[in-house]
């Protein structure tokens, strides 16, 4: 709870520029950074050592679901890729879900899993901040629907990614 608190005080820090192809980039870096951070963590898990998420890796992913959050926005304003921005919502979505059980379980196996699951997500969104880079506008693509809503469910689009 004390992190969700410190993440919402922190919330206006690096990410809180309007979203732009370069947010991408730079969302797509902290995805590779936050991939070995994960990786390493996994490590030690399988290692059998005691780990603790430190406050700094929460608000990182935090800031990750956020910004996923604000792509998903961006991609639906400039007209792009309506499945992009789902896989967007879907991001943002399982990074908090994610969260949420690593602050909440002390249980070996649910870490470990749930620090699967997060370095599944980084691995993808390196590939997403790719394409989200080179996103073209869909004219008329949305004509009559959301933006916002999705055709499948965000974790559908989560998990067709895996």
């Keep these: 709870m004390k992190r969700l608190f410190v993440s919402f005080i922190l919330l206006a820090l690096p990410f809180g520029a309007s979203a732009s192809t370069d947010l991408a980039?730079?969302?797509g870096q902290e995805a590779n950074r936050l991939s070995v951070e994960t990786a390493d963590l996994m490590l030690?898990?399988?290692m059998g050592k005691e780990?603790?998420?430190s406050?700094?890796?929460?608000?990182d992913v935090y800031r990750?679901?956020?910004t996923s959050s604000d792509l998903a926005l961006w991609?639906?304003?400039s007209n792009g890729p309506n499945d992009l921005g789902c896989i967007f919502r879907g991001m943002a979505a399982e990074s908090e879900d994610q969260l949420g059980v690593?602050?909440?379980t002390a249980e070996t196996v649910e870490t470990r899993e749930s620090l699967r699951r997060l370095s599944t997500l980084f691995a993808d969104a390196e590939m997403i901040a790719v394409a989200a880079q080179r996103r073209a506008p869909t004219p008329g693509l949305m004509i009559g629907r959301t933006k916002s809503s999705c055709a499948a469910d965000a974790s559908s689009v989560m998990d067709t990614l895996r």
């Design 102 to 104: 690593l602050e909440e």
């Design 51 to 53: 780990i603790s998420i």
């Design 55 to 59: 406050d700094a890796f929460a608000l």
């Design 44 to 46: 030690a898990v399988d």
């Design 25 to 27: 980039r730079q969302w």
């Design 75 to 77: 991609i639906d304003a």
């Design 64 to 66: 990750f679901g956020r």
